[in-house]
């Protein structure tokens, strides 16, 4: 076993005896097969050939590897399985080539095979909607072929780094477009950190269509749906917030799951990450879907049928009274649902803020949550952020702070919450049109991004950002274990990324004029 794909990595190296996500040697070898056959159906299948299938297994073989996506190694051997059954001569190209190669060329392929994986993630949620892009899964097959090319040297791998977050960018404004034109642009729509007496179920990971058809399935059943970790946003759709019994959401982050749901009486959905390795105090109610699998876990699957669920979720009967559950710090309700759509109408206030002097900065704080504890950071960091700052925020990592009350400027709040982490396609698409607006690059506006990464979709998007020559972001907790001196020293000299230090140090830096 060799892996370095997450943050949490074994003493910031690699786990190589067994993930500290819980990952054994074994399904971590199987996991690398469903790349090696990947990587082995790319060699063979010609483009002109390839085929919506063979795509679609591209996207499930990536999301599949995943951190906390899939434990279960019956269903991985199956991958690799149809995988190798989906092209004649299909040879599983042996992932040690890459683990054991010089560190710079292991560091560049790594960052390429971690970016399509995240890439698969965002592809693969717009195909649930029925968008596809042929660019999009294409790139795919070159960028696996290239994997398993092992003449290549850095000079052809850094471009392919780029282009990565190029397609990622592709792939992230086709699950916007999914998302907003089959639910609606997201409106702010303040949440409830409540439980109501009465039968529940928890949905947990990105899945808005899987959402939708539990709503649909259990309406008029007097069962409470309560979204959880990065389904959050979900409430500021319109076609999602327009059923009543979406009623709030329950706890925080993944990484909290094994606490929070510690004899939950209500059954758990795992759409797509991030599940945890399952304790005995709420084992019998964890349900998953799609790409996710645990031992012993019932599946739904692909007829989406909750019916198990549902009945679980009555038997169980939720609590006997309302449950007046926080955040972090201690809030009773978040806010959600600021998309493009909603700050882009609202960009003559920010506009006029910024040019009266109300507004100095713009700091997006976005990405993952994680356990380690250097993740204060980002709390701290908004908790001290000036009151003349705007924080825009999106995944996991605002568990951190997002019940914090941070006031208004000008009519705008302070805080806010842009979404999932796909969602950093609107955060790009505000940038954009911001630094349009004020007639500037986008690294001349009065814009910081700091971003805590945790797994490969962190990585999709760090890609995407460095390809749009976004310079200047601040990434932790820590960096990248897959990132070699060199290649580090690259991203520095030329995209000035910087490694987080303290939050009072950095908002200093952010703050004070060049
Ligand atoms: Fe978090 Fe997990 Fe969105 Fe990630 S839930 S950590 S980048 O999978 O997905 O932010
Ligand atoms: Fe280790 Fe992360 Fe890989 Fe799990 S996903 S084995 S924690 S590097």
Known sequence: ??????????????????????????????????????????????????????????????????????????????????????AKDVAVYDMDQIWQANEDIRSLKALILLGIKGMAAYAHQAGVLGYTSETVNKFFLKALRALGDDTLGMDELLPLTMEVGHVNFEAMKLLDQANTETYGNPVPTEVPLT?????????????????????????????????HGEMLPAHGYPELKAYPHLRGNFGTAWQNQQKEFKDIPAPILFTTNCIMPVRKSYHDRVFTTSVVGYPEMTHIGADKDFTPMIEKALELGGYDEPQALTGINGGHTVTTGFGHNFVLSNADKVIGAIQKGDLKHIILVGGCDGARVGRNYYTEFVEEAPE????????????????????????????MDMGQCNDSYAAIKVALALAEALDCGVNDLPLTL????????????????????????????????????????Y???????TPTTTAKADLARILTPQ
């Open 388 to 415: 003349n700052t705007l924080i825009l925020t999106l995944a996991c990592g605002k568990y951190r702070f997002n019940d914090l009350q941070l006031g208004n400027i000008d009519g705008l709040p302070r805080m």
């Open 195 to 227: 439980i109501e007496p009465g039968p529940f179920i928890v949905i947990s990971g990105h899945d808005l269509y899987d959402l939708k058809m539990l709503l649909d399935q259990t309406a008029g059943k007097g069962i409470n749906i309560y979204t």
């Open 1 to 86: 076993m060799f892996c370095f794909q997450c943050e949490q990595t074994q003493g910031g190296v690699a786990c190589l005896k067994g993930g500290v996500c819980g990952k054994n040697i074994a399904t971590a070898n199987l996991q690398d097969d469903v790349i090696g056959a990947l990587v082995g159906l790319a060699k063979v299948v010609p483009e002109a050939d390839f085929n919506s299938d063979q795509a679609q297994l591209i996207l499930d073989g990536l999301f599949t590897t995943l951190t906390n996506v899939n434990f279960d190694d019956p269903v991985i051997q199956n991958t690799i399985n149809q995988i190798k059954a989906a």
């Open 450 to 489: 700091v971003l805590s990464w945790y797994e490969q979709k962190a990585v999709s998007v760090l890609l995407t950002l460095l390809s749009l020559g976004i310079k200047n972001i601040h990434l932790g907790p820590t960096l990248p274990a897959f990132v070699s001196p060199n290649v580090l020293n």
């Open 491 to 497: 991203l520095v000299e030329n995209f000035e990324l």
